[in-house]
């Protein structure tokens, strides 16, 4: 599908945290406010999304709540602070969706599962997945989106099984060819 120049805001943009918005730490979890820092040029690439998606959802596994090594609460405050900088850049994000749960889990939603998508799609039932953006940095959101039916965008340069439809190398370049 070629969807360059297509994209209005009849289409939703789904995307990763960690990686993908902020710095992922290799390893280990962003616990606390102190621990999330942005990657750079993305909160001009919000800016941009929200003047050419209609929908801008976060869709992030959180393994670390099941693991007890943070509480949903301390994500919620990661979530304030990320989503109140990027409303100072005139960006936005419509809604978060959290999978606290542990791969081990029997029935979790965690991605590459679409359960978080169709959440997504329940609470804003405007959203149509062959009109829909997920960019991640990992085969999980990859899989995640295809498994959805939606375009695919992987960020960086990490090895996945599951073939992106696109790839750059930053949230930023991204966003600048939708100028």
């Not at 099941?66 to 900088?85: A, S, Y």
């Not at 960019?135 to 340069?157: C, H, P, Q, R, V």
Request: net charge negative; charged share 30%; aromatic share 10%.
């Amino acid at each position: 599908m070629d969807w360059r120049g297509k994209i209005d805001k009849s289409w939703t943009l789904f995307l990763d945290r960690d990686g993908v918005i902020n710095v992922r730490l290799i390893d280990d979890y962003v616990k606390n406010l102190g621990e999330f820092e942005f990657l750079p040029g993305v909160l001009d690439a919000f800016t941009i999304f929200a003047e050419k998606f209609g929908r801008i959802i976060i869709v992030t596994n959180q393994q670390g709540v099941g693991k007890g090594l943070m509480t949903l609460q301390d994500v919620d405050k990661v979530h304030d602070f990320m989503v109140k900088e990027i409303e100072k850049q005139k960006g936005r994000v419509d809604k978060i969706y959290v999978c606290p749960q542990l791969k081990s889990d029997p029935d979790n939603f965690r991605k590459p599962s679409p359960r978080m998508a169709y959440m997504a799609q329940h609470d804003f039932p405007e959203i149509d997945f062959d009109k829909s953006v997920m960019i991640g940095d990992s085969n999980s959101d990859i899989e995640f989106g295809k498994n959805a039916g939606m375009y695919t965008i992987l960020i960086g340069d990490e090895p996945v099984k599951c073939k992106p439809d696109s790839q750059f190398e930053s949230l930023i370049k991204f966003a600048k060819i939708l100028k």
